[in-house]
């Protein structure tokens, strides 16, 4: 079973709300990512948790607050956000992040769609 | 800097030809490559990987090429079907250091015709 499943899939949100991106995957894998993705183009790399602990921010702005309760859990909390944020916002998990002698796929969600009035 | 290119945007193909969709790189460093395939309103879907110690990786209709001399990699589809619609990306990781950080290209919307 290769799933990550994300809620909700569409969310609207006006730029003084405050609200959140759950993921979740059942796989064991110890390292989950953000990805963020606009129209058109490639997904672009927010944030990367291995083994629970953040190990990668792509300078993203403080607006975006990433959260990863437990191994299987992560959350993206989202406060006072523009419209240009407006995109689809990617869930994925791997095996493990760090030990990079064992080359190891990416397993994507079905996204969450973010629209910010 | 765009690091990994996908050239063409959109390729189309008869239905039981081959479908060739091709990936170049800059950075040196990227030892592990991947095929995404991904549907509208639909996360990536993981197609195909290839190690930079390969030239060839084979699953069922698909195979991976890599000529790392001159940073190419390309996904060959055969015999491609209308299913296979969908935008295709590569993607690129570099170890050490790199861990399981992907550059994705910028995609190609191949479209196969009945």
């Known amino acids: 079973d290769t799933e990550v499943t994300q809620t909700p899939k569409h969310l609207v949100m006006g730029m003084t709300n405050k609200k959140s991106l759950k993921c979740e995957q059942h796989?064991?894998?110890?390292?989950m990512y953000w990805y963020k993705q606009k129209a058109k183009k490639p997904p672009e790399l927010m944030f990367v948790y291995s083994y629970e602990k953040l190990s990668i921010n792509e300078s993203v702005p403080s607006r975006f607050s990433p959260e990863c309760p437990n191994s299987s859990l992560l959350n993206l909390h989202l406060h006072a956000l523009q419209p240009e944020d407006s995109a689809l916002y990617l869930c994925?998990?791997?095996?493990?992040?760090?030990?990079?002698?064992?080359?190891?796929?990416?397993?994507f969600g079905e996204g969450s769609w973010l629209t910010v009035v | 800097d765009q690091q990994v290119k996908q050239n063409s945007p959109s390729l189309s193909v008869q239905e039981g030809r081959i479908s060739i969709l091709n990936c170049d790189y800059t950075?040196?460093?990227?030892?592990?490559f991947l095929w995404y395939k991904k549907y509208p309103a639909e996360g990536p879907t993981f197609l195909i990987s290839?190690?930079?110690?390969?030239d060839k990786n084979e699953d069922g209709r698909f195979t991976v090429f890599l000529n790392k001399s001159a940073k190419h990699l390309s996904l060959h589809i055969v015999p491609s079907q209308p299913g296979d619609s969908a935008v295709y990306f590569c993607?690129?990781?570099?170890?050490?250091?790199?861990?399981?950080?992907?550059?994705f290209g910028t995609g190609t919307q191949l479209k196969v015709e009945l």
């Open positions: 950075n040196s460093m990227f030892d592990y």
């Open positions: 290839i190690s930079s110690i390969k």
């Open positions: 993607a690129a990781s570099a170890h050490p250091g790199g861990g399981n950080k992907l550059t």
């Open positions: 994925a998990s791997s095996q493990d992040f760090e030990d990079a002698a064992e080359r190891d796929t990416i397993y």
């Open positions: 796989m064991g894998h110890r390292a």
